[in-house]
């Protein structure tokens, strides 16, 4: 079992910048592979980035690409998203989510899923 808690959203001007934070309960959060997804009013939920187990190998939606950067540090069992140069349209509930299948996109492949953190980019 595991637990996981977002923090650091907020609002920001676009082109500002953001962390979002993960923080993980349990023993064995280095055996899980993590992601972010976010999810707009009216849309569904979507990928963002993702990390593998040892940190090594990291993926990321086209539209984020370049902008946005997804670290972990397994001995603090807490996953990053680092957002920079944000626009209007990165406005969404974030969430963080951990799985066994290496660098997943599809929101059916993480077991384990925080509750949100709230990110609004103004214009």
């Known amino acids: 079992q595991v637990q996981l808690e977002e923090s650091g959203g907020g609002l920001v001007q676009a082109g500002g910048s953001l962390r979002l934070s993960c923080a993980a309960s349990g023993r064995t959060f280095n055996s899980y592979a993590l992601g972010w997804f976010r999810q707009a009013p009216g849309k569904e939920r979507e990928f963002v980035a993702a990390?593998?187990?040892?940190?090594?190998?990291?993926s990321y939606a086209d539209s984020v690409k370049g902008r946005f950067t997804i670290s972990r540090d397994n001995a603090k069992n807490t996953v990053y998203l680092q957002m920079n140069n944000l626009k209007p349209e990165d406005t969404a509930v974030y969430f963080c989510?951990?799985?066994?299948?290496?660098?997943?996109?599809?929101?059916?492949?993480?077991?384990?899923w925080g509750q949100g953190t709230q990110v609004t980019v103004s214009s």
């Open positions: 990390i593998s187990r040892s940190g090594g190998t990291t």
């Open positions: 989510a951990a799985g066994l299948q290496f660098i997943a996109t599809a929101t059916n492949k993480y077991i384990y």
